[in-house]
Structure formats: C-alpha cells, structure tokens
C-alpha cells in the first residue's frame, strides 16, 4: 500500500494519550509548602520514588511535582514493553558490567516481579501481559549474533528458546524473519499512560501530594532544606529526588552525560480477525528487529499494531522543540518497513503517528548520583527502555537519600558514571557519525568500521 494513503488519516497525537479516562489534573502549587521527600518529575521514576517511599515509611511527608500533567512525556508514549532487563539488554551488561552480571539479571527479574505484584496490589488497569518478546533476525549475519544471546541468557536464569526459521513464522508470520530468540518471560506488554495514571492514582490515595502544571525552576540549598523554586510557590523539602529525564535538568552536572534523542511510533487500526490470523501472533509477543536501526513493534487490547523505532534523532546542538515530534520522513519510511515486514496487512491504515525526545547517555543505560550532601538523589539516561528500570531507579534513590548501603547501592552499575559527552559542536560530530556507521553497518552484514571499532575499544559499545 501507497504509505502515504496508509498515513492520511492519522491523528499526530500519542495514541495512549488520545484514550479516554485521562486523570483530571491535580491543582498547581499556589503557596510555600514543606515536606519530607520532594520528588520532581510526573514520569515513571518520579511517581514509582513516591509511591515506593510511602510504602517504605507511610508517615512520610511526601510531595511529587509535574511541569505539565503525569505521564504527558516519554512514560505516556512509548512502545510499553516493560523489560526485566535493568541494563538496556543482556548484552550491554554484559560489555560493561562482566562480573556482576548475574546479580543484575536476577535484580532486573525480581523488579519485573514487583511491579506486576503491584500492578495486582493497586488493581491499575493497564493491559499487563507478560508475553514475552521475540528478538528476529532478519538478516543471516544476525543469526549467530541471537544463538550466542540465546546461551548465555539461559545460562543466566532466563526463560528463553531459539527459534529457527520456520518456528518464528509459525509464531508470527513475516516473510523477513529467518530466526528469533524468544524471552519468554521477561518482558511484558503495558498501556503505559494508564500505568502512570494508575500510579498516580496509588500515589494519591497513599497520601502523595501532587501539584501539576507546576515546573520545577531551581533548586537552592536553604540550610536545613532543599528549596525548590516554582513559578507560585517554593517547596522546603529534607530530601529531592530528580526524575527529570532529558529536560532541563535542575542540577548542572547532568548537561554533560545526557542527549535528547528522538524516537517516532505508528498506530494501526484495528485489525480484522482475518487479517491477524494470516500473521498469527496468538502469543501477543512483544518484537524487536536485531540491526542497529532497529524496529520495535507490539499488539494492544484491540488488535492494533504499534509499530517504532528504526530513526533515532538527534538534532545538532541537542535542541528539543516541539515541532520536532513529528517528522514526516520518518513515519513515511516506518509505513514502508511495516509492509516490507506483513505485506499481507496491505490495506490496513494507521490511525495515530507520534514522536518524542528520549534520555540517552554513553552508556545506554541509567547513572545515578546524589548532590547538596546526599539529601538529592538523581536517576537519568534510561534511553528508551524505562518503563521496568525507573522502578529499580526509583528504589537506588530511595536507598541513596536513606544513607543506606545495599545490594543496590554496592553496585558497580550504580557507583559509576557513563563517559561524559563532549561540549558542542564536537559532540554533535561524535553522534552524528555514529549514527551513519550504525546504519553503514547494517547495510554491510554488521561490519562495525574504524570509528566504531574505536568506540568499542573505549568500552562505549555503541550497538543499538
């Protein structure tokens, strides 16, 4: 099908958005308040560190701020594949952190473990399907690639099963796939806005106080408190937690390690039971692609295909606009691939197309730290798979504003930082090609050149 005529209709809005039963906002802060913990971001690092510390300590004093509403951000429009994972993939783990990869595995399991036990605790209705997600290959050099993944996952403790060529199209039936290896059970599919909303909503009724439309300007050190400064009002707080993402970020260090990077997604229509079943997919897997450019794609409640990822942006001199969350090109290129991918869905047409920046850092995977004496603690650069690890944030800032050594916080993951980004124009140079040799690679049956020999050499991995 023309992809143009497959994208005329679409609405440019996150489709998890554009759903009905968006909470009412909570008021803004019109007046000076205190308060024990003050968390500052309405994504899913802010709102799991408030819902976790009144579990911890229900008598805790505790005050979340949104510069818009909860969830508007990355947290309400992504793909909502849920990944035990803690370190962006088994393989980037591995690269980095070889002798304490176990223990970040079972970590990253038992987190995934924990939020479907409080998904059920808090009856928050968001689609939670622990599906599990097929790694396809779709090209031969990536087959040894996923036979070597598919070892040493299960080697590790996960549930996984290489799957030839036959086997992935008797899964879900695409002309492209040569092999997969299936997570079984570590990953699962969420509505990710109505998971934020319904963390909100535990927040709420633990007792949060939650103040929307209210950015966060500065964050000063009064003596005894943190004060946060906003545009009415100024919170004292004991203790801050930054889940801030990519934005503006309240404490200066952080300019150096993060990059807004923007990701782009399809919705389609629903499909017909006659159109689903000549692709199958009766196990509801979540998909990504093995090349660097990869796609993401997964099914909603209603049989719609959600399909992302391929371009990942990044516009010189680390600007973030508005106007960059659409970009025709991109959809116009994703329409082809998912007809490339289900030739048979020729037909169908996408109701919603979207896009939106992203935290990424060198290493792929979130830092974390602490400022002002260890009464702040931070968590960023989560890059694209946060929706499981900002929960495991969420608990390392709980732990590192606690004073409190613990598995967590022993961590090699978590006493280190990412290598730092160079000030610009070098540091658009430096990711702008990478990302060509990313792409060079893929057409070259994986081939990495010189310079991204040099990043692996360097322990920067760029590999997706």
């Not at 510069?67 to 508007?72: E, I, M, Q, R, T």
């Not at 798979?385 to 495991?392: D, I, K, Q, S």
Request: proline share 5%.
């Amino acid at each position: 099908m023309d992809p143009l005529k497959a994208l005329a209709d679409a609405e440019r809005t996150p489709y998890w958005l554009d759903q009905s039963g968006a909470p009412e906002p909570s008021p803004r802060l019109t007046n000076d308040i205190t308060a024990d913990l003050a968390v500052v971001g309405g994504g899913f690092s802010g709102l799991w560190t408030a819902l976790m510390a009144k579990e911890r300590d229900p008598s805790r004093d505790v005050v979340l701020l949104e510069g818009k509403s909860v969830g508007w951000a990355a947290s309400g429009r992504n793909g909502g594949f849920c990944a035990a994972s803690i370190t962006h993939g088994l393989a980037n783990g591995m690269e980095r952190w070889p002798e304490e990869i176990a223990t970040l595995e079972r970590l990253g399991r038992e987190n995934l473990d924990e939020i479907e036990a409080s998904v059920d605790r808090y009856d928050i209705r968001c689609s939670f399907e622990r599906t599990g997600e097929l790694n396809v290959a779709t090209e031969e050099w990536q087959l040894d690639g996923l036979r070597s993944a598919e070892r040493a996952a299960g080697e590790l403790g996960t549930d996984v099963r290489y799957l030839d060529r036959d086997e992935v199209r008797a899964e879900v039936n695409s002309p492209t796939y040569l092999g997969a290896m299936w997570q079984r059970d570590s990953v699962a599919m969420v509505d990710p806005a109505r998971l934020a909303w319904g963390l909100r909503d535990a927040c709420l009724r633990m007792g949060v106080r939650i103040f929307e439309h209210t950015p966060a300007r500065s964050i000063t050190d009064g003596g005894e408190r943190l004060e946060i400064v906003t545009p009415h009002g100024t919170v004292r707080a004991r203790n801050v937690a930054l889940g801030t993402g990519v934005f503006a970020p309240l404490l200066r260090r952080l300019r150096h390690f993060l990059v807004p990077v923007y990701d782009y997604v399809l919705m389609t229509e629903p499909l017909p039971d006659r159109k689903l079943a000549e692709i199958g997919w009766r196990n509801r897997q979540g998909i990504g692609d093995s090349a660097n450019q990869f796609h993401y794609y997964r099914l909603t409640d209603d049989n719609r295909i959600l399909w992302g990822g391929y371009d990942a942006v990044y516009h010189n001199g680390g600007l973030i606009k508005p106007g960059y969350d659409q970009r025709d090109a991109t959809f116009e290129k994703l329409a082809r691939h998912f007809f490339t991918t289900f030739p048979q869905l020729d037909g169908i047409r996408f109701t919603h197309r979207w896009g939106g920046v992203i935290d990424t850092c060198s290493r792929f995977t979130a830092f974390y730290g602490t400022a002002y004496g260890s009464r702040l603690a931070y968590a960023a650069g989560y890059t694209g798979l946060g929706v499981g690890a900002t929960r495991f944030g969420a608990n390392v800032m709980l732990d590192l504003l606690g004073g409190e050594s613990t598995e967590r916080t022993r961590l090699r993951m978590v006493r280190t930082k990412p290598v730092p980004f160079p000030p610009e124009p070098a540091r658009s140079g430096v990711i702008q090609l990478t990302r060509w040799s990313m792409a060079r690679a893929d057409a070259h049956q994986g081939r990495r050149n010189l310079w991204l020999r040099t990043l692996d050499a360097m322990g920067l991995g760029f590999d997706s």
